[in-house]
């Protein structure tokens, strides 16, 4: 997905939560946003916004000098929803559905998004997303994909929605390899934050390399785009992948909910939607612009 | 008021939505962005949040060619005010305390503001202020004030709201001068819009001579800054002319809607909450920062 003109505000809004989150006091804040206002003439709207939102938060980490400052709230994101892991169990047992209940859940998960919003209360959350009707909602191809895929890349996005996403590579029952970033960026999960959601115990954790809000493959590492090009079956989690990976050819579900209008926008849908959503940019005689998957590191 | 971190990318965001309504093409708006991120360095937190949306302002003004993007809304605002004006009065005629309810409408009409919201339905609105609590109502001072000055000197906020207005300075029935910005900017009314919404038949219309969206006194012209040091009363509607005012030692009253939560904070309310507060500035043993009236241009 493009940059739109709208996610320039917006990043200027999560750096200055970002910031005050890493410790930066006002001065130093103000210097952050004269700093990225000063970047904007090299933001190009083709660049998808996570390949954006890089330099930004790279730009935070290199003003407050503190590598990871939503560490202590991803433990605490963890640690409340590995509380909820027995009854959201439950629910896909009592599920007449429960691959679809397993989807819905690894959906609400994905409101824990510091790049978005504050607090959330995932209780809540996840009974709104379970009552919700899906906007878009290719379940049959996914189902099918799920059946007929000898394994499955799971690109994970935020700490703590990893407990939820234990819960669908479980019901998918297929051997797992779930990705990380490769360093922390905003409540993004990294390695420790997957293995501490016990992901290690059904999949094996690879980081993508990148250090994006999403698996921008030319920020990532060989390895993780040669996985990319050798899957079957990509399960891409929220809005920071689907940013990235909308326009790659490649066997993608994309499972988010979409927190802004532009997300919206580009998906078709409203503001709140819930989606699962087949790539487009495999399928045949869409019109949406679609490009082959790059290898080389621009 | 001074200037938040907050306001920066509330600014850009008004920016584009001002320069769409301008008529402005994308790369353009791309191009306006830049260049007002770029002006963030420039920007200080000390001056108040109309001193710099002036300069926003200016350059959409300079890049779209466009002196008056709003001209149409602000005309469209008025006749729909216009038209609700009977019913308005009749609240006023009903009310136990007409002056208040004049206020309520006068506060009402304060949410056509394109600075901070796109469309608002007028009716629902009106209903909403005229059963909500005020958050800070000092009313009895307003009276006392109302009833001893000699003349009034009305600082008018948005076009459309003007019609309100004129209610509330038939209720007082003193007088009055009101003060309209010097240029259009954003959907702030001008003479014509004054004129338009029948001002003229019940106070004398003078220009502040500003063209910032806020009465920023050295940006007024030198008959507005002698109105202002010389007047026993004044009321100044709406957020920019508290962000503008707040800090003047002048008799002033706002009237005003808390639109954001930045102006909620500075005035120690929540957001939404609606407010007939007297200046502090005047008040001795307060502990606001209070500055005395600049006459020098600078």
Do not use: W
Request: aromatic share 6%; with cysteine.
């Amino acid at each position: 997905m493009k940059t739109y003109l709208d996610c320039l505000p917006c990043f200027l809004g999560q750096a200055l939560r970002t910031g005050r989150t890493a410790g930066i006091d006002d001065e130093g804040l103000k210097g952050l946003l004269d700093e990225i206002g000063g970047m904007f003439r090299d933001i190009a709207l083709e660049a998808t916004p996570p390949q954006t939102a890089r330099l930004i938060y790279g730009k935070i980490r290199e003003i407050s000098g503190n590598v990871d400052p939503y560490l202590q709230i991803k433990q605490e994101s963890t640690r409340q929803a590995l509380q909820y892991l027995p009854i959201f169990r439950q629910y896909i047992e009592d599920a007449d559905d429960p691959l679809l209940m397993a989807v819905r859940l690894a959906i609400a998960g994905n409101v824990i998004d510091f790049g978005v919003y504050g607090e959330v209360d995932l209780e809540t959350e996840v009974d709104r997303v379970i009552a919700q009707d899906f906007a878009v909602c290719d379940d049959g191809a996914f189902r099918q994909a799920a059946k007929a895929a000898g394994d499955v890349l799971y690109i994970g996005d935020n700490a703590g929605e990893c407990v939820f996403d234990r819960l669908l590579i479980e019901q998918i029952g297929k051997p797992t390899t779930y990705a990380v970033r490769g360093v922390p960026v905003i409540n993004d999960a990294v390695e420790s934050d997957a293995v501490a959601a016990g992901i290690d115990q059904v999949a094996r954790i690879v980081s993508s390399g990148t250090d994006a809000p999403g698996a921008v493959l030319n920020t990532c590492s060989d390895e993780f785009r040669r996985m990319i090009s050798g899957a079957s079956l990509i399960i891409a989690k929220g809005q920071g992948n689907y940013e990235a990976l909308s326009r790659e050819e490649a066997p993608v579900f994309f499972l988010l909910k979409a927190k802004c209008h532009v997300i919206a926008h580009s998906l078709g849908v409203a503001k709140d939607d819930i989606v699962l959503k087949r790539s487009d940019a495999r399928r045949a005689g869409n019109d949406l612009p679609a490009k082959s998957l790059d290898m080389t590191d621009k």
